[in-house]
């Protein structure tokens, strides 16, 4: 038996065997916990940001297909041919994008030096991405890798285009940029040219 004072000159006895009873109890409830409830709510956790990054996905894409429908229309009248390829990437690191960039090019028989792309991460941020163009190629292909870049998963903006070429037909570009603005906003791209 232990006896316990309390504060108004009263005690009260507690058997052994019950503390120990009560302390195995409270034992298997914290066993308990930890072994299912613990768990289930960091599961929950995972799946609540699963969700919210579906959310963000479909809502960007939301946002970008009225531009891919209308670029794939002016692509094929311009150039005979539908320039709707997506890229998938898991990395969200530049070494990850230029190799599906590169990927991708050999596939629809791209030369990727006529471009040129220079990758840039945006301080810690992997998911801002500042892509340079050096224009060495025609409009056409312009429009194409234009189109396969922004449909970068991972892109969230196309933040400057560097025109370095006096041969490219100013409204035909000014249209598929401005196309560009309308859907990431003005702030986000700056253009320049010679």
Known sequence: MIKLKTGFNESFHIPKKNIICYLLCLGVIVAFFG?????????????????????????RQEKLFPFYEILAEESNRLNKYDILNSFEIEKCDSQGIMFEIDRKCQENQINLTEFKPILKKLGDN??????SIEMQGNLKNLNRFLKQ?????????????????????????????????????????????D
């Open 35 to 59: 072994v299912y409830i613990w768990p289930g709510i960091k599961e929950l956790e995972k799946i609540n940001l699963q969700i919210e990054l579906l959310r963000l996905s479909i809502k």
């Open 126 to 131: 992997s998911e801002q991405l500042s892509f």
């Open 149 to 193: 870049v922004v449909m970068l998963s991972c892109v969230e903006y196309i933040e400057k285009i560097d025109i370095k070429k006096n041969d490219i037909k100013p409204s035909l570009l000014t249209h598929n940029i401005s196309l560009l603005l309308n859907v990431t906003g003005s702030e986000s791209i700056q253009i320049k040219g």
